[in-house]
């Protein structure tokens, strides 16, 4: 049976899937939005979030003007048999609710979201984690435990990594031979910070950091390191070729093609229409194929790009929680071990005794990296790097290591990271180790 079909008949015979939403920030109440219209066969069950506030402003938004709040597992799950959704501080009420059939991870942070994550693992719920620092730094180990549990770890359709493999899968049913896939972006720039991208959070009613991430590279970063774990592609040299270019289809000439056809990459198009979604490059090295696509307009070859020209997480998460308790099928998770990395370079000159800031802040921006070279220099995870004092001076650009910071007193993450270093040693040449300088970054 179809999702589409799948979920009708749920609307139909009473028992939709039951969604417990873990954050209320902009993305989160976008997601409520949709889901409270409601989608077919899907319930928003409940949300969780530290303040209140944030969490009842995305149940009126969604059109929602009764819910519980509620304080005990009892209360949590008779409130969501009687068809009211509950609002909570404490998300552990949700993710081990019997009532609820899939947790929706939004919360944009590492440690706590790790915590949510195995806590809804452990009690057998599916998991679609909204979450790229989260899945980009410890998706591999997260989606081992799922597996064991035997539920559904995924990323969503609507960020760039789902719609990205949600097309590579597609081209892949046809038989066509995927070589490259990635991100269409308008601009990057490693030096934003939340200082030049205050207006823009403001005007757009975001959180300063997020967006700074988006611009500074390192959420484009994340994203294409979910991708190639989900794949098993990987970069042709650290922070990705990125060629500027009018069109997305333009790729099929603008990627090396040496590295395409060695194993494939991830890679993103600078500025290139249609200015978003997510794109796939196949091979196809027969003449009379290369003739009939030629006919249909694809281009010259032996490169050719399909592209998606949308990207709108809210709308198509409805389909990747469908596909998970439907069909047990994720729309993009790992493969195995990581094939790409996160690495935090240096956003400025910073001095000893700094302080990193994390994700969108001021010291530091992440590049995507193979994971052979990024343990070859022992780099620091932009995942893990909120709260590491630096030991010394280092320069702008500098791609930080293990050895230049004092770690903060362990968490739950660097257990997991830990854990997924362990799992899965590696054994493999780093490939491509430049740097993507501002300079070339500007020429391409």
């Avoid at 403001?202 to 979910?226: C, I, P």
Wanted: proline letters at 5%.
């Amino acid at each position: 049976m179809n999702v589409d079909t799948a979920l009708v008949a749920r609307e139909r015979e009473g028992r939709p899937i039951q969604v417990a939403l873990i954050g209320a920030g902009a993305t989160g109440r976008a997601i409520a939005l949709q889901l409270g219209t409601p989608v077919p066969g899907i319930r928003l069950a409940g949300i969780a979030n530290r303040t209140a506030s944030h969490a009842e402003r995305a149940f009126r938004e969604a059109g929602i003007e009764r819910w519980a709040s509620s304080g005990s597992a009892s209360q949590v799950e008779a409130s969501i048999r009687r068809g009211v959704p509950v609002l909570t501080d404490d998300p552990s009420l949700l993710v081990r609710s019997p009532a609820i059939d899939i947790v929706l991870e939004v919360t944009g942070t590492v440690d706590f979201a790790a915590d949510i994550t195995l806590d809804a693992i452990e009690h057998r719920k599916h998991v679609v984690i909204v979450n790229a620092e989260l899945d980009s730094l410890l998706g591999p180990i997260l989606k081992t435990r799922a597996d064991a549990a035997g539920v559904v770890l995924t990323n969503t359709d609507g960020d760039e990594p789902g719609v990205a493999m949600t097309l590579f899968r597609y081209v892949r049913s046809l038989g066509l031979s995927a070589v490259a896939a990635g991100n269409i972006k308008g601009m990057v720039d490693y030096y934003r910070n939340p200082d030049t991208q205050a207006a823009f959070a403001e005007k757009n009613d975001q959180d300063v950091r997020k967006v700074t991430s988006f611009a500074d590279a390192t959420k484009l970063s994340m994203e294409t390191t979910v991708l190639a774990n989900a794949t098993g592609f990987r970069v042709g040299r650290r922070g990705m070729y990125g060629p500027a270019c009018g069109h997305v289809s333009e790729l099929a000439t603008l990627l090396p093609a040496g590295d395409l056809l060695d194993g494939g990459i991830v890679d993103y198009a600078l500025g290139a229409a249609p200015h978003t979604g997510a794109f796939v490059v196949i091979h196809e090295p027969n003449s009379l194929k290369q003739r009939q696509l030629g006919y249909y307009k694809m281009g010259a070859g032996p490169f050719y790009v399909f592209y998606t020209p949308f990207h709108l997480p809210h709308l198509q998460i409805a389909s990747t929680i469908g596909r998970a308790v439907v069909l047990n099928d994720a729309t993009v998770a790992p493969l195995g071990g990581p094939r790409c990395e996160v690495v935090a370079v240096a956003k400025r000159d910073l001095r000893a005794g700094e302080r990193l800031d994390g994700i969108g802040g001021f010291t530091v921006y992440g590049l995507i990296e193979n994971t052979a070279a990024a343990r070859a220099a022992d780099a620091l995870p932009m995942g893990l790097c909120e709260g590491c004092t630096l030991r010394g001076d280092v320069p702008r650009d500098h791609v930080l290591t293990a050895s230049d910071v004092v770690m903060p007193a362990e968490r739950v993450s660097d257990r997991l990271w830990s854990e997924q270093r362990r799992r899965w040693p590696d054994t493999q040449m780093a490939r491509g180790k430049q740097t993507v300088t501002a300079e070339a970054r500007a020429g391409v």
